[in-house]
């Protein structure tokens, strides 16, 4: 079995721009499928993968990397920009996407949101509805 999806699926050089799929569980509503990287390295059949927001943590199989027939990214170009940030892939979809991550922030304090111990606050927002009811709060 392993033999018959190696010759179905060549293997894809250093350099090569690539689309990933994004599971539904990693990206918001409305938000791309795929993320396009670029092959880093290969080692043991195992891809690294470097987006134009950083390297991403995990290696992937050759089954999971649909390569495109143009060399949308250079891999000169994206690992300036990276700079050896690693990243997940929901980050990397966050970061690809208009609309922002696939959840929300909420803090639930039970003080007032005075301090930088509030998420919210520490993050630079609102505190909203989600966050604690009805409970005082001088971060709305």
Request: glycine share 4%; net charge positive.
């Amino acid at each position: 079995m392993l033999k018959d999806t190696q010759d179905k699926l060549l293997p894809v050089e250093v350099g090569t721009t690539v689309r990933l799929s994004i599971p539904d569980v990693d990206r918001a509503r409305g938000s791309p499928n795929n993320i396009l990287a670029v092959v880093k390295s290969v080692d043991n059949d195992l891809y690294t993968l470097c987006s134009e927001h950083g390297q991403l943590k995990h290696k992937f199989t050759r089954a999971e990397i649909h390569p495109c027939r143009e060399r949308l990214l250079d891999l000169a170009d994206v690992t300036a920009k990276a700079e050896g940030k690693l990243i997940s892939l929901r980050e990397a979809a966050s970061n690809n996407s208009v609309s922002g991550s696939q959840g929300y922030k909420k803090c639930n304090c039970k003080a007032k949101c005075v301090s930088k111990k509030c998420t919210c606050r520490a993050n630079g927002q609102l505190c909203n509805s989600k966050c604690h009811s009805s409970l005082p709060c001088s971060n709305k």
